[in-house]
């Protein structure tokens, strides 16, 4: 399975960016659909994932509200919506495919994942 994050970028605060990340095999549309990120010196952390139909969705806390995340079924792409974005969103952001149907929070749970995606959020 091959995955292809896009759409970072450098942004002010309280700005908008929109991730895409498309997958190429029909297999990932049976799977939940997660997006992390990781800031430089820090650990890979949760920030969204969506299940297999984008019935069910989770968010981090830290994004609740601000971020939506959403699939496009049949189309193998999932999308992260970021608003009001702060400087501690600053980090590479990385789309990966569960290992089942519901989404989790744990990078265990992923077992495919994208090159990853910076933002960048300036004050």
């Known amino acids: 399975v091959q995955l292809q994050a896009s759409g970072g970028g450098l942004v002010q605060a309280g700005g908008s960016l929109r991730l895409s990340c498309a997958t190429s095999?029909?297999?990932?549309?049976?799977?939940?659909m997660g997006w992390f990120r990781q800031a430089p010196g820090k650990e890979r952390e949760f920030v969204a994932a969506?299940?297999?139909?984008?019935?069910?969705?989770l968010y981090a806390d830290s994004v609740k509200g601000r971020f939506t995340i959403s699939r496009t079924y049949g189309a193998h792409v999932v999308y992260l919506q970021m608003n009001n974005l702060r400087p501690d969103d600053t980090a590479v952001y990385f789309c990966?495919?569960?290992?089942?149907?519901?989404?989790?929070?744990?990078?265990?749970?992923?077992?495919?994942w994208g090159q990853g995606t910076q933002v960048t959020v300036s004050s």
């Open positions: 095999r029909r297999t990932s549309s049976n799977n939940a």
């Open positions: 990966a495919v569960g290992r089942r149907a519901v989404p989790g929070r744990e990078t265990s749970e992923y077992n495919y």
């Open positions: 969506v299940s297999w139909n984008g019935g069910a969705t």
